[in-house]
């Protein structure tokens, strides 16, 4: 049985023991323990100077390259489009900035670019009135291109008429052309019913068409690393748009961002570049507001020309900066 004696002895080890926690803190130790902890702090002050130093000189080189980029550009794609025509789309979520720089590039490379189709946020609306009138108009609008209709799933009428009005072809895959008369009463059709903005009448028949699109933002504020429904949804129908005029043209890129890694939002690219995806023979450029990106645009168009497509950019799922032309 423990004794009073054994209790003495403990509390006797236990206050020694502190008398030299406190001597040994007060004293060597902690020379010691502040000569580390100063040496750990100018350690990490020096490592983030040179984090910041490797970041600046990165910022140099990545502007430089755009630099460059930008001053070769010209070179790069002169006469690659000569005699093409070439329409535009720009999807609700394209920066205008990035759109003008695409119409421009198109232009330098020779190409005949038209009047820029808006299509505008009602084109992937859940409103019960804006799908009814979406339905509505894309109906008529076969009806006046006197096409029937033939959308996959996922698709809608308004995306086969979108697609018979930019290219003028009135089935995927044939040669029969929509009468301009045609073509003007059916964008009509989709002006009146505010799913499209642009001028009175509609771009040229054109047998490349290049989709400019971004994110499309979460509808929920908070940012996880799973994709918002409803943004996958919109973005799926800028897919299934792209589809449907890929069908019809010689040529389709779809030209937009990836979004950002952290936040809920839905990018059409990813969408598209996902194995067994509607607008799988669409080629598609991630980076669209840096030269190498307008490039990849111009170059990507050149190869679905002759018959091949792929995904370009600086995203983990690209097949490259650019295309490879032969």
């Known amino acids: 049985m423990i004794d009073f004696r054994y209790h003495l002895v403990s509390l006797a080890a236990v206050l020694i023991a502190l008398s030299i926690g406190i001597v040994l803190g007060a004293g060597p130790l902690n020379d010691n323990i502040g000569s580390t902890l100063s040496g750990e702090v100018t350690k990490l002050r020096q490592e983030k100077d040179a984090l910041r130093a490797q970041g600046n000189d990165q910022r140099r ?67 019960d009135q804006l799908t009814s009138t979406r339905s509505t108009a894309g109906q008529a609008a076969l009806q006046l291109l006197q096409v029937g209709p033939a959308v996959p799933d996922g698709a809608q009428r308004v995306d086969q008429a979108l697609a018979v009005i930019l290219t003028g072809r009135t089935k995927a895959g044939s040669p029969d052309k929509a009468p301009p ?11 009146d019913a505010g799913l499209v903005k642009g001028s009175d009448t509609p771009p040229a028949a054109a047998e490349l068409v290049v989709l400019v699109g971004g994110p499309v933002p979460a509808t929920t504020a908070d940012s996880t690393d799973a994709v918002d429904r409803e943004a ?12 449907l005029v890929q ?26 570049r996902t194995p067994g995806s509607l607008a799988d023979r669409v080629s598609t450029v ?41």
């Open 247 to 272: 069908t019809h043209a010689d040529g389709t890129v779809l030209a937009a961002a990836e979004a950002d890694t952290g936040t809920s939002d839905a990018s059409p690219l990813t969408m598209a």
């Open 181 to 191: 008369s045609d073509r003007e009463a059916a964008w009509s059709e989709l002006r």
């Open 61 to 127: 080189q990545i502007d430089g390259r755009d630099a460059y980029d930008e001053a070769t550009l010209d070179t790069v794609v002169q006469g690659r489009l000569t005699d093409r025509q070439v329409n535009v789309v720009a999807l609700p979520q394209a920066a205008d900035e990035d759109v003008t720089a695409i119409r421009d590039t198109l232009e330098q490379a020779g190409a005949s670019v038209g009047e820029t189709v808006e299509v505008t946020s009602a084109w992937a609306s859940t409103d």
């Open 286 to 326: 991630d980076v669209p507001s840096i030269p190498m990106g307008r490039a990849a645009v111009v170059l990507a168009l050149v190869e679905q020309s002759d018959g091949g497509s792929g995904d370009y950019g600086l995203g983990q799922s690209a097949d490259g900066p650019v295309p490879t032309l032969k």
């Open 232 to 243: 996958e949804r919109i973005a799926g129908s800028w897919v299934a748009l792209t589809h």
